[in-house]
């Protein structure tokens, strides 16, 4: 399936689609005079709304992933062959608007495998991410994450790009045969904690003559509703939201399908 179709077809299936979907049999009962049936339509809009957008939401639900593995110091992790880095933590360069690549919130990711090859965990990184040409960008995520590797004194010829993946699915995949030339038998699987489940179910399906060591970094949420605020609607919590149910999401239909 093409990561575009993919991606529409999540999105009509996200929470917030939901709401509109309400909206809309609201706005169908007022027009057919049924003004009892809007009002309940509409009522029930406005609490999924209320529920979805508190941070208290998708806290709980990002916490649900992130709890599955524990995140610890570079120097407890056993030695492996090899480190796998997925993309998702930055964007490549985009000129002439941005001529660097982009960090996002998950990019310690990156910052993480650099101290676990600091650590001398593995010999090598597997940087693996592909160009998001619908984000105007030009230079793969592999590329932009090798530049920010050997900024953290990473050695270049440490480091090696995977740069046609899109999706957890085609990670995995396409770092087949970079792990099969590295004969590598252990291998350090770095990514964020919340996305942790879902990349573990797809390599450990693909490498199964492989020990996959789960590394969590990029951990979210410390603490579920701590604040009263966690409990009132914001933008932010409608964003952690859907995040954490795309995972969930993308989890089970590997899990039906057999990717992800």
């Known amino acids: 399936m093409s990561v ?5 077809l999540s999105l009509a299936i ?8 309400l909206l809309f049999i609201g706005l169908i009962f007022l027009a057919i005079k049924s003004h009892r049936a809007a009002a309940v339509t509409f009522s029930l809009s406005f609490i999924a709304f209320w529920i979805m957008a508190m941070p208290m939401t998708g806290q709980w639900l990002t916490h649900s992933l992130e709890s599955q593995y524990e995140a610890k110091d570079a120097t407890s992790y056993q030695n492996a062959d090899v480190i796998i ?9 985009a000129p002439p608007a941005r001529l660097n690549p982009d960090l996002n919130d998950a990019a310690d990711r990156v910052w993480f495998a650099a101290q676990l090859y600091h650590a001398k965990k593995a010999p090598y990184i597997i940087a693996s991410g592909g160009t998001l040409t619908w984000h105007g960008t030009t230079q793969s995520e592999a590329r932009a994450m090798r530049l920010f590797l050997e900024q953290l004194g990473v050695p270049a010829t440490a480091i090696i790009d995977e740069e046609q993946s899109r999706t957890t699915y085609k990670n995995a995949l396409n ?43 990029d951990v979210r949420v410390i603490e579920v509703g701590e604040d009263l605020l966690d409990w009132l609607p914001q933008a932010g919590g409608i964003g952690m939201l859907t995040e954490a149910w795309h995972e969930w999401l993308g989890l089970l239909i590997y899990r039906l399908k057999g990717q992800a």
Do not use: D, N
């Open 4 to 8: 575009y179709l993919s991606k529409i």
């Open 14 to 21: 996200y929470p917030l689609t939901w709401i509109f979907v």
């Open 85 to 93: 880095l997925l993309g998702g933590g930055m964007a490549g360069s």
């Open 175 to 217: 770092c087949r045969s970079k792990v099969l030339y590295l004969e590598a038998k252990r291998i350090l699987l770095v990514t964020s904690a919340a996305h942790l489940p879902r990349a573990m179910a797809v390599f450990q399906k693909l490498y199964p003559e492989s020990e996959i060591i789960p590394v969590a970094t």
